[in-house]
C-alpha cells in the first residue's frame, strides 16, 4: 500500500497500487517506484483549518472620504438599538429545510480537540436532530454535544424539518372548457345557425347599445343572446327562481373549479366568476342566492382578477392564472405587470426580463414598469443597462415624488453593483431617496405609506453597505447607527403582522450583509438569531409552498453573509455545522428560482467549501463528494468565474475535488476533473492570472493517478510537465 498526503498532512489518501516519484521522471526512470504525494493548493488547505485569521481593515479612509457628520443619519426613536440582544438559550428550536446530503460511513478519521461551543454553535445544536437519509422522512432526535461525536459524522449532522406544502407545489394545469347552452358557444355560434336550432328570437336593444334575441325556454325565465356582427358575443339565462351558488354550481359540475368574486363598490358581492368556463353566476347582494347565468368567451380578465386574490395564498395558481390572461391576450398589461412582479420575487429572472420588455414595449411611459425593468437588470448583474433604463425614467415628465425616491434608491443599489463600486455616490443617492419618501408617511394612503416605508428602510440598509464596504473613516460609530434607525422604521410599523414581518426579515438580510462588509461593522451572531426567530415566526403563518422558499431563500443570503462576516473576523468555529445550515436553506430556497451567474458561483462555492472541510477535517471524502456532486453543475459552464478572473481557482477547486473522488473509487470521474482544473488553469495561466507553478499541483496529482491506473508513459509525461511548471514560479 502507498500512502498519498497533502502537504500539510491535512489529507490522507490511500492508493492500492505503486506511485512515482514526481522529480525521478524529469531525470531518469525510476527502477522502484517510491512514495509521492497527491497535494492540493496551498489556498484550499486552509479552508479545512479550524481558525482563520481575521481581516484587517484600515482605518483611515483611502480617497477622499465624506465628512463623518455627513454619513450619520438623523436621531433615532428611543426605541431603536444598535443590536438586539437575545438569549439565545431561551429561543425554541424551529423548522428550517433538509436537504443535506448522506454518505454511507467513512473510515473514521483522528478526533480533532475539543473546544468550547459558540453560541451559534449552541443555536445550531439547539434547533437539529438526527440527519435522516435522503429517502426517509426527517425525524427529530436529540443531538448529540461535540464532545460526544465520533469522527467522522456522516450519519449525524445537522438537521431540520422542512416545510410541508399544503397548496400545489408544481405549476397547476387549467383545465379549460369554455361553456355551452344547447349548442350555442360565445365567439363561435352565429345568428344563422342559433336560429335554425333554437328558432326566431325575440330581437331587443338595450340603452346601452347592445342588442340580441331573446327566447322563453323551460325551465328558464327568460334567455338572452348578445350579437356582435351576427356572432353570439354572451347568453344570458335568467332563473325562474333564485338558487344557491354552491347547488347551481353541482348542476353545472363547476363545483370544483377555483371561483372569483366580484364586488360593487359597497364591497358587496354581486357575482360568482368560473374562469375556466367563461360562467358568471349573478348574485343577489347580501345573499348567497344565484339569480342568473351569463356565459361569455373565456375573458382575461377574469384569470387575472382571480390571480390577484390568490397572489398572497397560492403563487402557482396565480402564475397559471396570468400566464393563460397573456396567453388570450397578449396585450394584457395589467397580466404583464402581475407576473412581472411575480416572477421577480420569485428569482426567475429570464421570464421577469422577458415580461419587463414586453410590457415596455406596451406602455413605453409606464414609470412602474422601467423601475421593475431596471431593478431585473440589475438582480442579472447587468448595472450598466439598469442605469440607461433608469436614465430614460428621468425624462418622463410629472414624475411623482414616491417614483424619484424608488429611483434615487435603485440609482444607489447600482453604484454599489458596478464593476467599480462608487460608494460615495451611492450614499448620495440613498440619502435623496429618504428625503424625497420621508414627507409620504404622513399620507392618508396606506399603500402610498407602505411603498414609502419600503424605500426609506432599503435606503438607511444601502447606506449602512456602502459606508461598509467603502472607505470610510470611524465606521464602527456611523454604521449601527444606520442599522439602528432602520431598526426604529419597522419598529413604528403599525400595521399587519405579515407585513412587519416582510419588513424585519429585509431589516436582518441588509444588517447581516453591512456586517459581511467591513469587520468595523456591527457583529453578527445577534442578527442570525433574530433572522432565523423571525423564520420560524413567518412559517407558521404562510402556507404557500413558493413563498416560503422565497422566504428561505432569503434567510439563506442572510446566513451566508453571517458566515463571511465570520470567516473576515477570524471566526471559524463551528463553520461545517453553519455552512451546512445555510446550504440547507439555500438549495430549497433555490427550488424555484432561475439563479444568476453569480449566485450558482457562490451557492457552488459553499458547497465546495463544506466538502473540503469534510474531507480535510474528518478525512470523509465519501460526504464529500456529495456536496462536489452538487457544486460541479452550478459551476459547469458558469461565464462568472472568466469575467471575475477566476479561471484559475476554478481550475484548482476542480483539482481539489478529483482527490476525494480518487478515494471514494470514482476514479474517472477523478480524472476528468483533474483534466478538466488543467485546462482551465493553463487558461487561467495564459492571462496572467495564475502563476505557471501552480500547474505542478494538477500535473503531479494527473502522474500519480495514471501511475495508478498503468498507464506508465501518461504519467512519466505528467510528471515531467509537473517538475518544470514548479521550477519556473513565473507568470507567462
Known sequence: MVTLRSSTSHLVLTLAATCVHLAAWANEEPSAPPRTLMRLPGWIESLGEDQARPAVESGIGIGTPAPIGALEPQPADRRGVARPVADWSATPPGAAPTVMPVAAPATPAPAASSSPASSFRRWITERVATLPKPTEPASPADAASPAEVEQPIAESQPSVTAPVAVTPDEMPTLSIDPASFRGALPGRTTREEIEKDWGVGEAFTRPDGTSGLAWAIEPFERVEVTLADDVVEAISIKLAEPVVVADLARQLEIADL??????????????????ERGVILSVEPGTTNATAILIEPLDPDSFVLRAEEEIEKCSAYAVADLQYAIQIDPQHIRAHRLLLAMTSDQGKWTQALQLAEAAGRLDSEDVWTKLKHAGVLLALDRPQEARVVLDRLATLPNTSPLVVAQAARLSGRIHLAQKKPDEQKAVEQFAEAIRRASPLLTKRSPALQAAAREVILDAHLGTALAIAKGTWQQKSRVIPKWISRADVVVKEFEGDDLERQVLELQLCRGALAASAGSTEAIEPLPWVKRLLELRDQMGDGIADPWRRRQIDWDVGQGLADALTAAQKRGDATDMLDNATLTAAYLERGAEHRELTAAERKSLGELMFRIGIMH???????????????????????????????DLGRLGESYVSMAISYWQVARREDAVTLSRRGVDLMVAAVDKSQLEERALAVAYGNLATMYAEQGDDQQSKNYAEMASRAEATGTIR
Not at 619 to 641: C, E, Q
Request: no cysteine; net charge negative; glycine share 6%.
Open 258 to 275: 377555483r371561483t372569483v368574486a366580484v364586488r360593487d363598490e359597497q364591497d358587496t358581492r354581486i357575482g360568482e366568476v368560473y374562469p
Open 615 to 645: 474531507s480535510l477535517q474528518r478525512g470523509d471524502h465519501a460526504t464529500a463528494v456529495t456536496w462536489f456532486d452538487r457544486a460541479i453543475p452550478l459551476w459547469d459552464t458558469n461565464d462568472r468565474f472568466e469575467r471575475d478572473g
